[in-house]
Nanobody, 115 residues
Framework: QVQLVESGGGLVQPGGSLRLSCAAS????????MGWYRQAPGKQRELVGV???????NYADSVKGRFTISRDNAANTVLLQMNSLKPGDTAVYYC?????????WGQGTQVTVAS
């Protein structure tokens, strides 16, 4: 049973920074993909960014240059450093893991960017 536990959401002013973290537990293969998606009210869930276990990253165009994903493969954790936050970044952020052909999701953490 794979579980993903997120932490680090909250309220931040425009231009501020937040860091999200996610810890995965359970039977996780060394070949995997971890990262983050988000869902704003009334919108579909969308990719924020992911990192393959080999180090390759993919980011949404809307966050390139502002958000950075990092991983600790040994600890099965993934971090999302978010800088220069905008009101449009307000959403529930979900930790994501692909492993063994299966998608896993965290419970989500709210990020609100407002003055």
């Amino acid at each position: 049973q794979v579980q993903l536990v997120e932490s680090g959401g909250g309220l931040v002013q425009p231009g501020g920074s937040l860091r999200l973290s996610c810890a995965a537990s359970g039977s996780i293969l060394s070949l995997n993909v971890m990262g983050w998606y988000r869902q704003a009210p009334g919108k579909q869930r969308e990719l924020v960014g992911v990192m393959h276990s080999g180090g390759e990253t993919n980011y949404a165009d809307s966050v390139k240059g502002r958000f950075t994903i990092s991983r600790d493969n040994a600890a099965n954790t993934v971090l999302l450093q978010m800088n220069s936050l905008k009101p449009g970044d307000t959403a529930v952020y979900y930790c994501y893991l692909w492993c063994g052909g299966v998608d896993y999701w965290g419970q989500g953490t709210q990020v609100t960017v407002a003055s």
